[in-house]
């Protein structure tokens, strides 16, 4: 799977939205670049999944999982060293649960259910709800495809759809039933339709070459898609019940309609200004934005600092923590991620119990070097000072 330079540059739209929306009040619909992102991974992974099962026959499980680890876990383990020593000082009011129940759920990829089962308890690492939700996208996801392909040859786009409105009947069901979005927010029954129409779109394109062989109509659709996103931006705001009824779907389906564009195609308008040189920089570094900026934000904040200086102390620090973490702790990972793609991997054999005879073996082929274009999990976000929704 050839690196699309213009999704990146999707992200650092995507990740600029939500880091204005925990700073400016004026950013109101900037947490829905969280589902533009959820879109952005569900794709990527199910095409890299589906690449690797037609070319090899199986998918390799263990290198699957390795090299995600080794592409999430180094920068995560970081900010939680340099982000713990404000929990305990300027940021302390912030964390309700214990110290380490929060710790234990970031690094075990729950922290979206401590957040529902405490309010927002887990504090500045409150944003690692997101990333909850796609490590257990990552978790499952695989499994389910797999099974599928071993039994039917086929990926499962109509389950899919099931899939997606099960979810969005269960954010209906949820605002007409609770006077809290807490749960309809961060649960990821509720919240994980951005990641499945990204795989449904994986698994069309995958079946279909007329998909896959867009033309000017593409590009027509991919700026509907960005014109309905920005309306949406402009418009919607956390606390809402609208939000949850009709707009978190519609962001999620513009998003899969402008990826759809990013990558079937190489050239155009949209593609060209997308993979300009600073949108797809910003757009690499997105994980670590993702992960440094909200506690650097919240940190800040709590200070009451006048509001240009804290503009210039969030983005300065954010900024230094992202350079730094590039360079000395998330390259490092992923040379060692891409020796791993690029070496011959033992045979190893995951096997999959299903109902019935069949049973799915993982095939020796490792991840293709273009695993790298993965694209990180998602950030979260919070009003400054919302009321009624979550905060992040």
């Given amino acids: 799977m050839s690196r699309r330079p213009a999704l990146d540059g999707l992200r650092a739209f995507a990740v600029l939205a939500v880091m204005a929306f925990h700073t400016s009040p004026a950013a109101h619909g900037g947490f829905l670049g969280v589902d533009v992102f959820f879109v952005i ?13 037609s070319r090899s026959g199986g998918v390799d499980l263990k290198a699957f999982y390795v090299k995600r680890a080794l592409r999430l876990l180094p920068p995560l383990l970081f900010m939680l060293a340099v982000s713990l020593p404000f929990v305990f000082t300027w940021a302390r009011d912030q964390l309700t649960l214990n110290p380490v ?26 944003h ?7 490590e257990q996208f990552y978790l499952i996801w695989p499994l389910v495809l797999i099974g599928v392909l071993a039994r039917r040859k086929k990926a499962p786009a109509a389950g899919l759809v099931v899939l997606i409105a099960l979810v ?25 339709d951005g990641l499945l129409l990204g795989s ?42 609208d939000t949850y009824e009709w707009r978190l779907p519609m962001a999620a389906l513009f998003a899969t309609m402008i990826v759809h564009h990013l990558a079937t195609r190489k050239q155009g308008p949209m593609v060209d200004l997308l993979s300009l040189r600073p949108f797809v920089a910003v757009g690499m570094v997105s994980y ?22 804290q503009h210039a102390l969030e983005i300065t620090l954010t900024l230094a923590l992202t350079v730094f973490s590039w360079f000395v702790v998330e390259k490092p990972a992923l040379r060692l991620k891409d020796r791993l793609a690029g070496a011959p991997v033992a045979p190893v054999t995951v096997t999959v119990a299903l109902p019935g005879p069949a049973t799915v073996e993982a095939g020796p ?15 979260g976000y919070a009003p400054p000072g919302g009321v009624g929704g979550p905060r992040v």
Wanted: aromatic share 14%; glycine share 6%.
């Fill in 101 to 126: 129940i929060a710790i234990a759920s970031v690094l075990l990829y729950v922290a979206n259910w401590a957040n529902v089962w405490v309010n927002e308890g887990t504090g500045i690492w409150t």
């Fill in 128 to 134: 690692t709800w997101s990333l909850s939700i796609e």
């Fill in 200 to 241: 449904l779109l994986a698994v069309l394109l995958n079946r279909r070459d007329s998909l896959a062989r867009s033309g000017r109509q593409s590009e027509i659709v991919a700026w509907a898609g960005v014109f309905g996103l920005a309306a949406l931006f402009a418009t919607s705001h956390i606390e809402t019940s």
């Fill in 41 to 53: 991974s569900g794709y990527l992974i199910t095409a890299l999944l589906l690449r690797e099962w």
């Fill in 365 to 379: 082929a490792g991840m293709a070097a273009s695993a790298q274009a993965l694209a990180a999990p998602i950030i």
């Fill in 168 to 192: 969005v009947l269960a954010r209906w069901v949820g605002v007409a039933n609770s006077d809290s979005f807490l749960w309809i927010y961060y649960a990821t029954t509720s919240h994980c």
């Fill in 288 to 309: 670590g934005l993702y992960l440094y900026h909200f506690p650097v934000f919240m940190t800040v904040q709590s200070r009451h600092y006048p509001h240009l200086e």
